[in-house]
T-cell receptor, first 115, second 113 residues
Framework: NAGVTQTPKFQVLKTGQSMTLQCAQD?????MSWYRQDPGMGLRLIHY???????DQGEVPNGYNVSRSTTEDFPLRLLSAAPSQTSVYFC??????????????FGPGTRLTVT | GNSVTQMEGPVTLSEEAFLTINCTYT??????LFWYVQYPGEGLQLLLK?????DKGSNKGFEATYRKETTSFHLEKGSVQVSDSAVYFC????????????FGAGTQVVVTP
């Protein structure tokens, strides 16, 4: 199992550009989520999904879109990048059923800089 | 709303010293509590968890006890190693929330030889 993978690892954007951060998992997890990590603020939930075709907003959804067409993939789209979106982005997944439903598995992160 | 407060870092220790990182929470319900660890350049990994009052989570020599009366979940380790240098996050998840995590700000721990 590769676990949770994210691409790219690093990205620099100019203000106003759009891009998609990719996230994939091969553990057949129903639940997937996106967090952003900012200094002194921990991780904050952007969007999450409990299965293909089902998404919902987290704590800080503005400026981001998501879709979930397959169980494996959960891309995060920045529609018009702003400097305030400079952050490290983590994707996470977990099963909704099974012996241990509590642990979330995190990807290695994407470091995004918007100039 | 829910919140998690943990002590600010960085915490700098010598090898074999005792480590405590304080974590307190506020929650409307009866949450599960977690400690996640982030090693340099990596994503987060679950370190330990507790799902009800008085539960003790433990892993890799780390321990934390779910204290409902003081709404706390302090992380401890009796003898740290250089390899324990990392950022530690306290987090909670309310029942019925699909497991959404509410994180504290994180505490950087630096262990020197």
């Amino acid at each position: 199992n590769a676990g949770v993978t994210q691409t790219p690892k690093f990205q620099v954007l100019k203000t106003g550009q759009s891009m998609t951060l990719q996230c994939a998992q091969d553990m057949n997890h129903e639940y997937m989520s996106w967090y952003r990590q900012d200094p002194g603020m921990g991780l904050r939930l952007i969007h999450y999904s409990v299965g293909a075709g089902i998404t919902d907003q987290g704590e800080v959804p503005n400026g981001y879109n998501v879709s979930r067409s397959t169980t494996e993939d959960f891309p995060l789209r920045l529609l018009s990048a702003a400097p305030s979106q400079t952050s490290v982005y983590f994707c996470a997944s977990r099963p909704l059923r099974g012996l241990d439903p509590y642990e979330q598995y995190f990807g290695p992160g994407t470091r995004l800089t918007v100039t | 709303g829910n919140s998690v407060t943990q002590m600010e870092g960085p915490v700098t220790l010598s090898e074999e010293a005792f480590l405590t990182i304080n974590c307190t929470y506020t929650a409307t319900g009866y949450p599960s509590l977690f400690w996640y660890v982030q090693y340099p350049g990596e994503g987060l990994q679950l370190l330990l968890k507790a799902t009800k009052a008085d539960d003790k989570g433990s892993n890799k020599g780390f321990e934390a006890t779910y204290r409902k009366e003081t709404t706390s979940f302090h992380l401890e380790k009796g003898s740290v190693q250089v390899s324990d240098s990392a950022v530690y996050f306290c987090a909670l998840s309310e029942r019925g929330s699909w497991g959404k995590l509410q994180f504290g700000a994180g505490t950087q721990v630096v262990v020197t030889p």
